[in-house]
C-alpha cells in the first residue's frame, strides 16, 4: 500500500463520512459506543500497516462521534467546518507546519497576517490591533488578559514578567455576575484569583448593568461579555468602557461567538461600543466555523501583547528572528499547528456577505426555533437576538427528561443549562451546515418528545 493509496483511500472514507451523517443519529448509538471496547487493546509489539489502522479508526471510530459536522447538532455553543476550511485543515495537515516561526513556516506566517487583517476588517476592530492563533476563546481570554496584566502594572511601575506578582501592587478584576467560567480559568491561570474578582449585578438577559458599576482606581481590569453563552446577550459596552476608560482600566472583551454579530449588519447593532475595548478574546472554530482548534486574541496594544508573550531575548537568542512578524510572539505557545490557514480559508471562501449570511442565518434559525417552541405552549426564557435560545418545559425534572429523550432520540441533539434558577434547553445554532428543512425536522423531534411530558400544554 503506498502513502497516495492510504490518503485517497482516507479521503474516501472522510467523504463517505460527511455523506452518511444525515442518515444517522446526531449522538452515537450503545452499540457504537460499545464498539470502543475494540481500541483497549495492549500496546503492539510489531508495526501495523497503516492502512488496517486507517481501518480501525473509521471502522470503530466514525460511528463513535457526535455528528457536530452535520445540521442538527444544537449542543453548547459549536460551529461545522465550512468547506474550504476543513479542505485546507487536510492540505496544511500534509505540510505539517510548525507555525510557530516565518522560518519554519513562510506560508502559515504569510496567512496569519492575511486573515488577521480581514479578521479585524469583519470584526470592525482596530487594524493596528496584534493577534495570536491560539486554541480557543478560553485560551485567548487567558493571552489578552496576560496583556491586560502587563498593562495595567507596567502604568504603576511594575515589571511582572521579570518580578512576577510577589510584591506587586494589587490589581482590581471586575466581571459580570454573569461571567463565563474561561474568564475565572484564565484569571485563576494568571495568578489573579478568580474568587478575589468584584462580580457587578446583572439585568434579566444577564448583561452587566453598568449603573452597578463600582468605582475604579489604581491598576484595574475589567471584563465584559459580547454573547453570554445562555442568553446570547450583550452588556452595555459603550457605558462601561466610557467609565473603565476615565479611570485607566483595561477592557476586555470575552467575545467567543457574539462578536461576530459585527460581521451581519442587521445584528452589528449589538456590538455598538465593543471596538472601543483594549482586549478580545474569540473563537474561529465556533461561529466562523473553521475545524477544531482555533481560538484568536486580539489586543489594540500589540506592544503589550507582545511583551506579556516574550520569552527572554536571550534565551530565544537560537531562535530566528526577523523585523516581521513572528506568530509565535502573540501567543503562549512556540511549536505549534498553523491554524491561520483555515481561518484564511473560511474567509477566503466566504467573503464578507458570506460571514454576514451565516451568522444572519443561524440568528433566524435560532429565531425560527423559538417561534415554533413558543407557538407549542412552552416558555422561552430569553429575548432571541441571535443564536442562542433557552427554553424551559416546566419543572427541572420535566425539561431534564426531556433532553435525556431527546438527545437518544436522535434527530437533533441539545444540552440542558440553568437559567436564573430555571432549568432549560439550551439551543444554539451555529453550523454553516444547518438547513431550514433541518430546523424543521429538529423542532418537529423536540416537539414529539416534550409532548410526552407535557399533555396539555
Ligand atoms: C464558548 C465560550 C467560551 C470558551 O470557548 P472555548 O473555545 O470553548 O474555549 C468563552 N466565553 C464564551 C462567552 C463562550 O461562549
Redesign the pocket.
Known sequence: MTLRDLLESTARRAVHYLETLDDRGVAPTAQALHNLSRLHESFPEHPTDPTEVLALLDEVGSPATVASAGGRFFGF?IGGAVPASLAANWLAAAWDQNGGLIATSPIGAALESVAMAWLLDVLHLPPESGVGFVT????A?FTALAAARHSVLQQVGWDVESQGLFGAPPITVIVGDEV?V?ILKALTLLGLGRDRVIRVPVDDQGRMRADALPAMSGPTIVCI?A???NSGAFDPATEIIAKAHASGAWVHV?G??GLWAAAAPDRAYLTAGYADADSWGT?G??WLNTPYDC?LVICRDAAALKAAMAASAASSAYLVQTENREPYQYTPDFSRRARGVEVWAALRSLGRSGVADLVERTCRHAARFAEGLTAAGYLVLNEVVINQVMVTFGDAETTHAIIADLQAEGTCWASGSVWHGHSVMRISVSSWATTESDVERSLEAILRVAARYTDGV
Do not use: E, I, L, R
Not at 480557543?136 to 485560551?139: D, G, L, Q, R
Open positions: 455553543v480557543c476563546a478560553t485560551a481570554n463565563h474561561s461579555q454573547g453570554n453563552v470575552d467567543a461567538f473563537d472554530h465556533k481560538g
